[in-house]
């Protein structure tokens, strides 16, 4: 049986503490699919907590696509292919586990699939405005580049993206581009410090969105998000 530890007061509600502890069991692999989680009784011992919190949190792992309960039968882990891996709460608790490597080569693959594309789109839909806003913020990235400035690459780097799919013209591609933000910000910006910035590959995507050319947009973001430069993924955001 996987163990658990009382919750304790924090500015963080109980029943989201429940719910975290258990969530990184389940993504761990500590507690695996189909595994029956101990009764409603042993959890609340076991966390000290109330069956109001309990329930509170066991909603929230159900909404998440991690647990199912039912009557008379209990709770059990629900398989991987049903977990909610976009919800930015689950990203957090994901951040948390010892060994998150599978979670970023996942995450590059899923990188592979869309941002080509989107960076091809914006080189011809993108407005005057947003390639000004592009151009404008790829400057700064060369600056702190330039400076060595870590937080500022980083700030700059998520807006670079976000523009990036917001100019594709497409409304689907915008809640890809929040998700790309939250998990550079989860996995990515805490280990920036002391990584290669891929100024030249950034420079790639820059200059063929601003001449129009989708071809060599779509080129230079395979480039980026290469093995050779994402081998520094997790020292410098992509």
């Known amino acids: 049986m996987a163990e658990f530890s009382q919750v304790a007061d924090s500015s963080r509600k109980i029943h ?32 000290g907590v109330s ?7 066991t909603k929230l792992l159900s909404a998440k696509g991690l647990i199912e309960s039912k009557p008379k ?33 996942q995450f590059l693959g899923l990188r592979k699939a869309i941002e080509p594309e989107a960076c091809a789109l914006a080189a011809t839909k993108a407005t005057v ?8 913020i790829f400057q ?27 100019s594709t013209g497409n409304q689907f591609y915008i809640p890809f581009g929040n998700i790309l933000s939250t998990i550079f910000r989860q996995f990515i910006d805490h ?3 002391g990584g290669r910035f891929c100024l030249d ?17 779509r080129i230079a973001s395979h480039n980026l998000l ?7 993924s997790q020292v410098a955001n992509g």
């Open 140 to 166: 700064r990235m060369v600056k702190a580049a330039d400076a060595f400035d870590y937080q500022s690459w980083t700030e700059n780097d998520h807006q670079f993206h976000q523009v990036i799919f917001l």
């Open 51 to 57: 069956r109001t919190a309990l329930r509170e949190s």
């Open 73 to 105: 039968v209990g709770t059990r882990i629900q398989p991987r292919n049903n977990w909610h891996f976009l919800d930015p709460q689950l990203l957090e608790w994901i951040q948390d586990l010892e060994d998150t490597q599978p979670f970023l080569e």
């Open 16 to 47: 989201v503490q429940v719910a975290r502890q258990i969530a990184r069991k389940i993504l761990s692999g500590e507690l695996e699919e189909q595994e029956k989680l101990p009764s409603e009784l042993e959890l609340c011992d076991l966390f």
């Open 226 to 232: 290469s093995p050779e430069n994402q081998k520094f």
């Open 201 to 217: 590959e950034h420079r790639a995507i820059y200059e063929a969105i601003m001449s129009g050319n989708s071809c060599e947009a």
């Open 191 to 193: 280990s920036a410090e």
């Open 129 to 136: 405005e947003q390639r000004k806003e592009i151009s404008v």
